[in-house]
């Protein structure tokens, strides 16, 4: 899975992305901006979210991303020096689903984050499992469609062979099937018609 490391001390990124480029395949961006540009390109499966930087702060990427659908549900762990109850509040309150101060301690964030993409594994799969449902449902309800319009006695003349249709109209087997289903008619003769013609032509 993807990790992207959004940090803009160039130092906290290294160290992040040395501990986890083995278990994950890691981007990494040193601006709020880069990020952004970042998620386009790679659609990372977590961010690992520096707060604390100029011009656009981690809060601010953040809010940008949930309000992006195609990032809304992308995992958040802000990844900080600012270590206060407020400040984890409102990461929390913005969407993060994890909050890690610095100085990191790397076994426990390696724990944090790979718990948070097993929770992503596991939606992806419950998404997958619902639009294949959704798909097969669909599949259903249009076979039902077409085996209601079949359902019920189908009254056959027993000379001519026609079919009366809803509207009380008699009308060739063939056609009759061809508008009330998919079937499509090729055209031979059985054994048993065939012995009885060429009885007829001798």
Same mark, same amino acid.
């Not at 998620?39 to 977590?46: A, G, Q, R, V």
């Not at 981690?58 to 809304?72: N, Q, S």
């Not at 076979?143 to 249709?165: D, F, H, P």
């Given at each position: 899975?993807?990790?992207?490391?959004?940090?803009?001390?160039?130092?906290?990124?290294?160290?992040?992305?040395?501990?986890?480029?083995?278990?994950?395949?890691?981007? @990494?961006?040193?601006?709020?901006?880069? *990020? /952004?540009?970042?998620?386009?390109?790679? #659609?990372?499966? &977590?961010? +690992?979210?520096? =707060?604390?930087?100029?011009?656009?702060?981690?809060?601010?990427?953040?809010?940008?991303?949930?309000?992006?659908?195609?990032?809304?549900? @992308?995992?958040?762990?802000?990844?900080? *020096? /600012?270590?206060?109850?407020?400040?984890? #509040?409102?990461? &929390?309150? +913005?969407?993060? =689903?994890?909050?890690?101060?610095?100085?990191?301690?790397?076994?426990?964030?390696?724990?944090?984050?790979?718990?948070?993409?097993?929770?992503?594994?596991?939606?992806?799969?419950?998404?997958?499992?619902?639009?294949?449902?959704?798909?097969?449902?669909?599949? +259903?309800?249009?076979?039902?469609?077409?085996?209601?319009?079949?359902?019920?006695?189908?009254?056959?003349?027993?000379?001519?062979?026609?079919?009366?249709?809803?509207?009380?109209?008699?009308?060739?087997?063939?056609?009759?099937?061809?508008?009330?289903?998919?079937?499509?008619?090729?055209?031979?003769?059985?054994?048993?018609?065939?012995?009885?013609?060429?009885?007829?032509?001798?």
């Amino acid at each position: 899975m993807k990790i992207l490391i959004v940090d803009d001390e160039a130092v906290n990124v290294g160290v992040l992305a040395n501990a986890l480029k083995g278990s994950y395949e890691i981007c @990494t961006a040193l601006s709020g901006e880069e *990020a /952004l540009g970042m998620l386009k390109e790679h #659609s990372p499966d &977590l961010v +690992l979210l520096d =707060v604390m930087m100029p011009e656009m702060d981690g809060f601010e990427v953040c809010r940008l991303m949930r309000a992006e659908g195609a990032y809304a549900d @992308t995992p958040i762990i802000f990844v900080t *020096a /600012l270590d206060s109850e407020e400040g984890e #509040s409102e990461g &929390l309150e +913005l969407g993060a =689903v994890d909050y890690i101060t610095k100085p990191v301690n790397l076994k426990l964030a390696k724990l944090r984050i790979r718990n948070q993409l097993e929770l992503k594994r596991q939606r992806n799969v419950v998404e997958a499992q619902n639009r294949l449902l959704t798909l097969q449902k669909a599949e +259903l309800e249009a076979t039902l469609a077409r085996v209601k319009r079949l359902e019920g006695l189908i009254t056959i003349c027993m000379s001519c062979k026609k079919i009366r249709g809803e509207n009380k109209a008699w009308q060739r087997l063939e056609k009759y099937m061809s508008e009330h289903s998919d079937a499509f008619f090729s055209h031979g003769i059985c054994p048993e018609c065939l012995e009885k013609e060429m009885k007829k032509l001798e």
